[in-house]
T-cell receptor, first 110, second 113 residues
């Protein structure tokens, strides 16, 4: 079974803080993704990585950056958290056209 | 632009009956379609998929139907069970592009005992 883990299930941060969300997969997948899920909007792609040190912007990259120094690890960084970044963040790893998701991090920015 | 639409935010069904969840898409380049199931406080889990060369794929109680001309797919669950209560996301992508998977907004299914 593919396992995708995320560093935190729940996180509360203050406006302006730098936030790191980490994701690790154990299937040697090349492609990894960060999404945010908001009610009524489904899952929206923030960033995508197709190899170590390679990344591409998704649909809503503003206010976010990513890092992929090792194949199994993909980090999402909120440079200066804002209240409109309060959301559920989901990491996914892809194998054979199907994406496998981590449990999600519920981030609240106050 | 929402390229994948799930127009029913919620659906309630009696245990043992059929659940039908619908999904429409606008991009004719999509050639692979997936359904995910999500319980509260968990990530989505892959349920079933179908490629555009097929019009039906079945896995146990779950069947996905694809109507390419109508750009419509549906997920049938028969018989529905209380444990099926979850949010179901429809997703679509092209098989040649790594980063174009698009998700619908989800449909919350409640199966009543």
């Amino acid at each position: 079974d593919v396992k995708v883990t995320q560093s935190s299930r729940y996180l509360v941060k203050r406006t302006g803080e730098k936030v790191f969300l980490e994701c690790v997969q154990d299937m040697d997948h090349e492609n990894m993704f960060w999404y945010r899920q908001d009610p009524g909007l489904g899952l929206r792609l923030i960033y995508f990585s197709y190899d170590v040190k390679m990344k591409e912007k998704g649909d809503i990259p503003e206010g976010y950056s990513v890092s992929r120094e090792k194949k199994e690890r993909f980090s999402l960084i909120l440079e200066s958290a804002s209240t409109n970044q309060t959301s559920m963040y989901l990491c996914a790893s892809e194998g054979f056209y199907e994406q496998y998701f981590g449990p999600g991090t519920r981030l609240t920015v106050t | 632009d929402q390229q994948v639409k799930q127009n029913s935010p919620s659906l309630s069904v009696q245990e043992g009956r059929i659940s039908i969840l619908n999904c429409d898409y606008t991009n004719s380049m999509f050639d692979y379609f997936l359904w995910y199931k999500k319980y509260p406080a968990e990530g989505p889990t892959f349920l079933i998929s179908i490629s555009s060369i097929k019009d039906k794929n079945e896995d146990g109680r779950f069947t996905v139907f694809l109507n390419k001309s109508a750009k419509h797919l549906s997920l049938h669950i028969v018989p529905s069970q209380p444990g099926d209560s979850a949010v179901y996301f429809c997703a679509a992508r092209t098989m040649y592009n790594n980063n174009d998977m698009r998700f619908g907004a989800g449909t919350r299914l409640t199966v009543k005992p």
